[in-house]
C-alpha cells in the first residue's frame, strides 16, 4: 500500500468549473483510472464508490524515477465500500447487508438504486460520471431545485433520466465513450477492458515505461494520511499541475 499527500481529482475539477478540463487530460486520467479498475476487477473485487473525491493525482516517474513531461497520473483511492466477488455473492444468497445502498449519491448507478445490485458494471457507471465532470466541470446527476431525496433516487434507479452529457465541443469519440458506460442495462455494459480499448484512449501515447511508485503485482492504490498543512499542499500540487501544462487554457 502507497501513501499519497497528492491532490484530489475533485480538487482539480472545482479549479476548472467553468469550462472543464482540456479533453487530453480526460483521456490521460480516464486511463488511468480504467488499468486501476481494470487491475481491481481482475483480481476479484468492485470498488463500488467510483466518484472525483476517491481518486489522487500523484506524480508520475520514468523508469530512471525521473519525472516525465505528463507528471500526474489518476489513482484509485478509498476502499471502504469495496467488496470482493464471493462477498457480493455471499450477501445475495444470504440477503445478508444486500439492501445497504454503498457508494455516493450522484455516482450510483441504476442497478445499485433499484436492485442493490452490487458489482464492476457499478464502478463503469462511476467512472462515466467522473469522466463527464472532468469534461463539463459539472455533476452527471445532481437534485433538481426542490426535489426530495426519494425522488431523486426514485429518478435515478427507476425512471429514464439521462446523464447530463458535455455540450461544449468535446470528440465524438468522447461521447460515445460515455455513451458505453451509461448503459442502463448492466449486463449490456462495457467493462473496464472493452473501454481501455475504446477508440477515445487509442491516441494516448504509452505510457508502459512510467510507473507511480507501482508495486511488483500491479498497481498499488494510493491512501489520503490527515494532513494539517492539506489546504496549502492542496494548492501547490496544482500548481505543479498547471506549471507542467503547456496549453492556453491552463495558462
Known amino acids: 500500500m502507497e501513501y499519497s499527500h497528492s491532490v484530489t481529482l475533485a480538487d482539480l475539477i472545482k479549479d476548472f468549473s467553468d469550462h472543464g478540463l482540456p479533453e487530453s487530460?480526460?483521456?490521460?486520467?480516464?486511463?488511468s483510472i480504467l488499468l486501476d479498475l481494470h487491475y481491481i476487477h481482475e483480481k476479484g473485487f468492485a470498488h463500488l464508490d467510483i466518484?472525483?473525491?476517491?481518486?489522487?493525482?500523484?506524480?508520475?516517474?520514468?523508469?530512471?524515477?525521473?519525472r516525465t513531461a505528463d507528471p500526474f497520473v489518476a489513482k484509485i483511492a478509498d476502499f471502504k465500500t469495496a467488496k470482493s466477488f464471493s462477498q457480493i455473492s455471499a450477501e445475495q444468497q444470504q440477503r445478508k447487508d444486500w439492501w445497504f445502498l454503498r457508494g455516493t449519491l450522484g455516482y450510483m448507478s441504476p442497478?445499485?438504486?433499484?436492485?442493490?445490485e452490487k458489482g464492476t458494471a457499478s464502478d463503469v457507471w462511476g467512472l462515466g460520471c467522473v469522466v463527464v465532470e472532468m469534461l463539463c466541470g459539472q455533476p452527471a446527476f445532481s437534485i433538481k431545485p426542490g426535489e426530495r431525496m426519494d425522488?431523486?433516487?426514485?429518478?435515478?434507479?427507476?425512471?429514464?433520466?439521462?446523464?447530463?452529457?458535455p455540450d461544449n465541443g468535446v470528440s465524438?469519440?468522447?461521447?460515445?465513450?460515455?455513451?458505453?458506460?451509461f448503459v442502463r442495462d448492466s449486463k449490456?455494459?462495457?467493462?473496464?477492458?472493452?473501454?481501455?480499448?475504446?477508440?477515445?484512449?487509442?491516441?494516448?501515447?504509452?505510457?508502459?515505461?512510467?510507473?507511480?511508485?507501482?508495486?511488483?503485482?500491479?498497481?498499488?492504490i494510493t491512501c489520503l494520511p490527515s494532513l494539517h498543512n492539506?489546504?496549502?499542499?492542496?494548492?501547490r500540487i496544482i500548481v505543479l499541475i498547471l506549471k507542467y501544462?503547456?496549453?492556453?487554457?491552463?495558462?
Open 25 to 31: 487530460d480526460v483521456k490521460s486520467f480516464t486511463n
Open 51 to 66: 466518484n472525483p473525491n476517491n481518486i489522487l493525482l500523484v506524480p508520475r516517474y520514468s523508469s530512471n524515477k525521473k
Open 111 to 116: 442497478e445499485l438504486i433499484a436492485e442493490c
Open 151 to 165: 425522488e431523486f433516487l426514485y429518478r435515478m434507479g427507476f425512471g429514464d433520466d439521462s446523464p447530463r452529457l
Open 172 to 181: 465524438e469519440e468522447a461521447l460515445d465513450f460515455l455513451k458505453r458506460c
Open 188 to 220: 449490456l455494459r462495457w467493462d473496464a477492458a472493452s473501454l481501455l480499448s475504446h477508440p477515445f484512449l487509442q491516441d494516448l501515447k504509452d505510457i508502459s515505461d512510467t510507473q507511480v511508485g507501482l508495486a511488483e503485482d500491479g498497481p498499488i
Open 230 to 235: 492539506m489546504k496549502e499542499l492542496q494548492k
Open 245 to 251: 501544462k503547456n496549453t492556453e487554457m491552463y495558462a
